[in-house]
């Protein structure tokens, strides 16, 4: 557990989530996410910026299989992962898309925080 | 870089908790140990779910992140094989990895099927990075109804 303790809501406490798994690219620009969440189209996906914490949401939507289960691996739960955003983070400017059950977050940094050539003079 | 810091999900329920330190742990040993736990090709594996009915035998693959172009689907003695390669894309602009859970490369997975199928007819959807099946039963694994009259 991180130093994070701000409390939850106490209704999602009970829940049981599934930990979607993720790649995070830094470029100058800023971060980018994909976070694998398949049977999630784009109407369950919910993304949440509170207090530089970043809450990424997906309700899937698949139906179950038909008829009697003769085997079973995966877990019939929804995916929630949260993220403390660094404050270089242009919390204004995030991006969110859904493709093949991918979710791909843009994470702008602020143009403040960019590296700048600064130009010498005499 | 506190970007990649997160909540593990709360919840009351202790199997849950087991249930994520599970995963933790199976994320811990991939790519250290390639084609642990997994096939002999890759180091990793979609996701399974099989169930059947009078009917029909269904099977569910997770596969998140493909086009349905890379999935290879075939019936061979009434196994279905599932294969394919999953490519890491590089796109422009994305700079370097800070960090890196998704696993590449090739799978494979045999599915030993629950009742004899017949291949004509197998429909296949690829939605949403899910891969459902449809396999209808032969004649001769479904359940027949005999009349037997009782003098």
Known sequence: ?122 | MNIIRYHKPETWNPFDRLENLREEVNRLFEGSLPGWGGGLLSGWNPTLDITEDKENVYVKAELPGMKKEEIDLSLHDNVLTLSGERRQEKREGEGKAIREERVFGRFQRNVALPAPVNSEGVKAVYRDGLLTVELPKAEEAKPKQIEVNID
């Open chain 1, 1 to 122: 557990m991180s130093t994070l303790t701000k409390s939850e809501k106490p209704a999602s406490d009970t829940q049981a989530w599934a930990v979607p798994r993720v790649a995070i690219h830094e470029s100058a620009d800023g971060y980018c996410l994909n976070l694998e969440m398949p049977g999630v189209n784009k109407e369950g996906l919910e993304v949440t910026v509170e207090n530089h914490e970043l809450t990424i949401l997906g309700h899937r939507s698949d139906p179950n299989l038909p008829g009697e289960p003769v085997y079973r691996e995966s877990r019939p739960v929804d995916y929630r992962r949260v993220f403390e955003l660094d404050p270089s983070i242009d919390t204004g400017r995030i991006t969110a898309r859904i493709e093949h059950g991918i979710v791909s977050l843009g994470l702008p940094k602020a143009e403040s925080v960019k590296p700048r050539k600064i130009a010498v003079t005499e």
